[in-house]
C-alpha cells in the first residue's frame, strides 16, 4: 500500500506519541516514534525520513536542541515543532533555526493534517526539482524563474528543448505572470547568449516611435531627427530581440514587421537601404492570440511567423503551491533591499497568501510582499502585515468543500455568465481566464448552443 511518506514522530510523552502515531496512520503516514531528541538524531542518521513532527520541551534533548543537528545532517527534510500556547517564542526560534513551520499544544488536528500535506508536499516537489536539474544538467538555467510545481516543471523542461534552436517563440500567459523572465532563460540558455538580449513593449509607443525604436532612422526623416538613429534590431544583431505584447501593434506595424521577419532584413524610417539583421525573435502578449486572429486585431500571417514555437505561462492561481516559495524568495530580497531582518512568515500569513486569488499573478504578489517586507513589526510577516483581504472563517486551517472541484468550478463558471448577462467576453474577463477557454469550459458542461 501506497503512503504519503514516512513520518518520525519525537516526544517524550509517550501517550502523545501514540495518539499521534493512531492518527497519522490513518491519514496514511508510514509512522515511526523517538523519546527524545537524541534519539531522533540518530534516527534521521540512519534512515530517510519525509517529515519529522517534534516537541520542544524533552528531558535529554530539546527540540530547539536537536534541530540545528538534524538539519546538518539532513537539511532536506522539513521539521514540524509542536509547543505550548504558552511558549511561542520557542516556535518562533525555531523557525529561525530551519523548522518549516509550528503547532501550538492543544493540537488541531485539522490545522496538523494541512500542515503535514503542505509540508510533504513542499518535500516531494524539491526532490523532483533536484531531479528535472540533474536531468537538464548544465544545459539549462533556469535564472529568476522560480517554481516546483506540475505546471513550472512542465514549463522548465520546453523552455530548456526550445532555448538551443533559433525558433520563433510567442510566449502568452495573463499580466504579471513572467513572460519577459522565461524570454531572458531562453536568450541566456540558447546559442546566442554572448549577444544583446533587448526588450521593447510594443503597445507603450505610437507607430511613429516604434518604427523609429525597431528600425532606427535617417537624419531628417522627421522633425527632431537630427542625427541617423539605429534601432533595436541593429542593436540586437546576433543576439534576441523580446516584443512585448506585441498584439498591440497597428495594422500597418505589423506589416512591416512581417517583412522583416520574412526578409531578415530592416529599413531605416526615412531611408531606402535594406540592411540584413541576424536577430531571434521572442514575442509576448496577454492576450489569446487565436483570438485576436479571428477578431481582426492581428494578422494571422503574422501569428503564424510569431508562433513557431508557443509557450503559455500558468497563472498564479493554477500553480499555487509555488506561492510559499516565491513569497520566500521575495521576502529575502526586499529584506536585504531595505535593510531589514524578517525571516519568512506565519502560519495563518501563509494561509492568508494561499487563499487570495492573485488576479495580478506573480507581479501582484511580489508588490504585497515588498509593502510587508517595509510594513512588518516584527522579525516574521503577520496576515496584518500583508494587507489583504482575510479569509471568512475564523479558524487557523484552510476552507474545506465536501464538492468535488470539477463541480465547484462548474457552478462558479455559470454563475459569473449568468452575473455578466450572457456576455462571454465579460465573464471571461471576471474570471481571469480568455474567451476562447471559456468556450471550451462551456462546451464541456453542457452550456453551449
Same mark, same amino acid.
Given at each position: ?13 509517550? %501517550? ?5 502515531? #493512531?492518527?497519522? !496512520?490513518?491519514?496514511?503516514? *508510514? /509512522? @515511526?516514534?523517538?523519546?527524545? $531528541? ?37 537539511? %532536506? ?5 509542536? #509547543?505550548?500556547? !504558552?511558549?511561542?517564542?520557542? *516556535? /518562533? @526560534?525555531?523557525?529561525?533555526? $530551519? ?53 513550472? /516543471? ?296
Amino acid at each position: 500500500m501506497k503512503t504519503n511518506g514516512t513520518l518520525l514522530v519525537v516526544d517524550d510523552d509517550r %501517550a502523545h506519541r501514540i495518539m499521534l502515531k #493512531t492518527l497519522l !496512520s490513518g491519514w496514511g503516514y *508510514a /509512522v @515511526e516514534e523517538a523519546d527524545d $531528541g537524541d534519539t531522533a538524531l540518530e534516527l534521521v542518521r540512519e534512515r530517510p525520513y519525509d517529515l519529522i513532527l517534534m516537541d520542544v520541551r524533552m528531558v535529554r534533548v530539546s527540540g530547539l536542541e536537536a534541530l540545528p543537528a538534524i538539519r546538518r545532517v539532513n537539511p %532536506a527534510i522539513p521539521v514540524i515543532i509542536m #509547543t505550548a500556547y !504558552s511558549s511561542v517564542e520557542s *516556535a /518562533v @526560534e525555531a523557525m529561525k533555526k $530551519g523548522a518549516y513551520d509550528y503547532l501550538t499544544k492543544p493540537l488541531d488536528f485539522d490545522e496538523v493534517r494541512i500542515v503535514l500535506e503542505r509540508a510533504t508536499e513542499h518535500h516531494r516537489l524539491r526532490e523532483e526539482n533536484v531531479l528535472l536539474r540533474e536531468q537538464l544538467g548544465t544545459r539549462f538555467d533556469s535564472g529568476a524563474i522560480i517554481g516546483r510545481s506540475k505546471p513550472m /516543471v512542465k514549463l522548465m523542461e520546453t523552455v530548456a528543448r526550445v532555448a538551443p534552436s533559433d525558433a520563433t517563440v510567442l510566449i502568452t500567459g495573463e499580466s504579471g505572470s513572467g513572460k519577459e523572465l522565461v524570454a531572458g532563460a531562453i536568450h541566456y540558455n540558447s546559442r546566442r547568449r554572448e549577444g544583446p538580449f533587448i526588450k521593447i513593449n510594443c503597445g507603450a509607443l505610437t507607430d511613429t516611435l516604434l518604427a523609429s525604436e525597431l528600425f532606427g532612422h535617417e537624419k531628417g526623416a522627421f522633425t527632431g531627427a537630427d542625427r541617423r538613429k539605429e534601432g533595436t534590431f541593429r542593436q540586437a544583431d546576433g543576439g534576441s530581440l523580446f516584443l512585448d505584447e506585441v498584439s498591440d501593434m497597428s495594422p500597418a506595424m505589423q506589416v512591416k514587421l512581417l517583412r522583416v521577419l520574412q526578409e531578415r532584413e530592416i529599413v531605416r524610417v526615412g531611408g531606402a537601404t535594406p540592411i540584413p539583421v541576424d536577430v531571434r525573435i521572442i514575442a509576448a502578449t496577454n492576450r489569446d492570440p487565436r483570438q485576436e486572429v479571428e477578431d481582426g486585431r492581428l494578422r494571422e500571417d503574422l501569428y503564424f511567423r510569431l508562433n513557431v514555437v508557443q509557450i503559455t505561462l500558468p497563472t498564479l492561481r493554477e500553480r499555487a503551491e509555488d506561492i510559499p516559495l516565491l513569497a520566500q524568495r521575495f521576502l529575502e530580497d526586499f529584506a536585504t533591499r531595505n535593510h531589514r531582518t524578517i525571516h519568512g512568515f506565519t502560519p495563518r500569513a501563509v494561509n492568508c497568501l494561499m487563499q487570495h486569488s492573485w488576479p495580478g499573478n506573480v507581479r501582484e504578489l511580489m508588490n504585497v510582499v515588498e509593502r510587508a517586507v517595509v510594513m512588518a513589526r516584527t522579525d516574521y510577516i503577520t496576515e496584518d502585515d500583508l494587507a489583504l483581504p482575510q479569509p471568512s472563517h475564523n479558524d487557523r486551517s484552510y476552507s474545506v468543500s465536501t464538492e468535488p472541484l470539477e463541480d465547484l468550478e462548474r457552478k462558479a463558471v455559470l454563475s459569473t455568465l449568468e452575473s455578466a448577462g450572457g456576455n462571454k467576453s465579460e465573464a471571461a474577463r471576471r474570471l481571469g481566464i480568455t474567451r476562447r477557454t471559456l468556450h471550451k469550459k462551456l462546451k464541456k458542461y453542457g452550456a453551449m448552443p
